[in-house]
């Protein structure tokens, strides 16, 4: 298995990405392998994505706490299984998201460390 460096929130943002709280989280996706995390704010409170994007959800789907983490997994799993997203390009769009750096596995790449 390969090992992966974890990464402090310094070094994420180093490589360019806009990290963001679960609460602020919305995935926006068309077909298969086409998908972003933008932060709800930057998508100018729209009730629609934009005409790229056929589909969006707000990731934590307005729940707290752990259950906003259970959520937020049921998510990946529901891209992965049921929309066709290859699982690398999920992760790699959910690595914006704290929470998602922080519970995911110590050897996946972009995990989290306490600084």
């Known amino acids: 298995m390969k090992q992966y460096p974890r990464l402090t929130v310094a070094e994420h943002v180093a490589l360019g990405n806009a990290l963001m709280k679960l609460a602020d989280a919305r995935m926006i996706w068309t077909t298969p392998n086409d998908l972003a995390v933008v932060r709800i704010a930057d998508d100018h409170g729209r009730p629609r994505p934009s005409n790229r994007h ?62």
């Open 54 to 115: 056929q589909f969006w959800c707000d990731v934590a789907q307005g729940e707290k706490g752990e259950t906003a983490v259970v959520v937020m997994f049921s998510n990946f799993h529901k891209l992965v299984v049921r929309d066709g997203f290859e699982p690398q390009i999920v992760h790699r769009a959910f690595l914006k998201i704290d929470e998602y750096r922080r519970v995911i596995a110590s050897d996946c790449e972009g995990a989290e460390v306490e600084p």
